[in-house]
């Protein structure tokens, strides 16, 4: 058999489609293993460059094969798509795969660690119960305003919500509905919990982590949003620029030009969406300090010039740009003084 030396991955949850090449391009290989053969027939191969789409099991899988001694790459499933020939399916995908990878101009995803995976894994955990929360607070307001009991828009109102519910002499709320919205506000309660203890374990791999900390010394960057850019950001040089780490997290302008004319629209809103979510969150907040005497005049200016909710991008985007410069540089965030 000629000699192997790239080959495509199409992962699946039990079975794996394989399709190498040699160096001229030409195709000696098309397996189709299970998930328990894998291991055993890249141990058997020389070294050789492999590819694979960066989805649930992708990680896992390029550390399982750099550990045998291959050379794994990770690229956007986007942009293998377009080396798909007519009908979809996993042959025509591996082949695919193992076409992109050796393109000079594709851009890979590094390969996380299983401690950055375990810290991306609280912060979806966390996403996910603070969801189920606001559900949980909707449905309670919901209910209780059909029976003329309104509170104040804030998660720290539902404490007069369910003071109401556990006050069994409150004759405003019927017993039959009291009986229902008291699991609800259990829930709420229970979910509380759950949710600060999964900020604390945050909090705890945010002070152990340098890089997080220094990110949180940027303005509208706290240890959520820091912990969750050093979890997913493995390598920031991978990213020429603080703008082009700016414009993978789609806080950048979308382009539609032709012809010579530059057309710009709004933003892409493309990348790590919980990243954009969290740095547009603590733009709100910088937004907030605005009319503080300290406040930064590059800001005053932008909020006399743009609505809110526009400067709040831009403030993001600034923000994605120096934790960019903190992570490449290894320094810590200073605030430039005002012009006299």
């Not at 394989?18 to 020389?46: I, N, W, Y």
Request: charged share 20%; hydrophobic share 45%.
């Amino acid at each position: 058999m000629t000699e192997i030396t790239t080959i495509g991955l199409d992962l699946a949850k039990k079975v794996i489609q394989v399709h190498g090449a040699d160096e001229t391009g030409a195709a000696v290989l098309r397996k189709r293993l299970r998930r328990s053969e894998v291991l055993a027939f890249f141990t058997s191969l020389p070294r050789c460059l492999i590819g694979m789409e960066a989805c649930a099991t992708a990680h896992h899988w390029a550390r399982e094969l750099i550990a045998v001694g291959h050379e794994v790459r990770l690229m956007p499933p986007q942009y293998v798509k377009a080396y798909v020939k007519r009908n979809k399916n996993d042959r025509a995908d591996a082949e695919a795969i193992c076409e992109a990878v050796k393109r000079p101009s594709m851009r890979f995803v590094p390969v996380k660690t299983s401690e950055q995976q375990s810290a991306l894994m609280m912060h979806r955990a966390r996403d996910l119960l603070v969801r189920q929360r606001t559900m949980l607070v909707n449905a309670l307001r919901g209910h209780l305003a059909e029976l003329g009991l309104i509170q104040a828009q804030g998660l720290h109102r539902v404490a007069g919500l369910t003071a109401i519910l556990m006050d069994d002499t409150d004759e405003r709320v019927p017993r039959m509905a009291r009986q229902v919205l008291k699991v609800i506000a259990g829930q709420i309660g229970e979910l509380q919990g759950r949710i600060a203890a999964l900020e604390a374990q945050i909090l705890a791999w945010h002070k152990s982590n340098p890089v997080s900390q220094r990110l949180a010394t940027i303005p509208g960057i706290g240890p959520i949003i820091a912990t969750a850019i050093v979890a997913t950001v493995t390598d920031p040089s991978m990213f020429h620029s603080g703008r082009e780490f700016a414009a993978w997290l789609g806080l950048v302008p979308r382009q539609n030009s032709t012809g010579g004319r530059a057309k710009l629209g709004g933003i892409s809103k493309r990348g790590d969406g919980y990243l954009r979510r969290l740095l547009v969150s603590g733009a709100h907040t910088v937004l907030l300090r605005s009319k503080t005497a300290q406040a930064d005049p590059w800001l005053i200016s932008l909020l006399g010039r743009k609505p809110r909710l526009v400067a709040a991008v831009a403030v993001a985007n600034k923000t994605a740009r120096v934790a960019w410069a903190i992570m490449n540089s290894g320094d810590t965030y200073r605030r430039v003084a005002a012009a006299a």
